[in-house]
């Protein structure tokens, strides 16, 4: 079993910036996608971004050229760095894993509230 810890979130100004991480523990033998969903008051979860193994990344395109996601393999580390951000961004945000770019999740953390104020 694997576990996914988020950290990073809080209260930030529309226009600031945010980093979060989320480390994965436990029966780990390969990562293959990992990546963030978030989910607002009363909306559905949403995909923000995914990235392989290798590299490879996929966005929503409401957060291209602002969130930029990358990964440590070697510490099973994937973080999620929030730029320009907007009232809209508000939302819980979730680590998630992947078997694979296009297919569902596996794994979810606990969450973390990132909220922008305008």
Known sequence: QVQLVESGGGLVQAGGSLRLSCAAS??????HVMGWVRQAPGKQREL???????GSTNYADSVKGRFTISRDNAKNTVYLQMNSLKPEDTA???CALYETMIGPANTWGQGTQVTVSS
Do not use: E, K, L, N
């Not at 436990?26 to 990562?31: D, H």
């Not at 923000?48 to 290798?54: F, K, P, Y």
């Open 92 to 94: 819980v945000y979730y």
């Open 26 to 31: 436990g029966s780990i033998f390969t990562i």
């Open 48 to 54: 923000v971004a995914r990235i392989s193994s290798g």
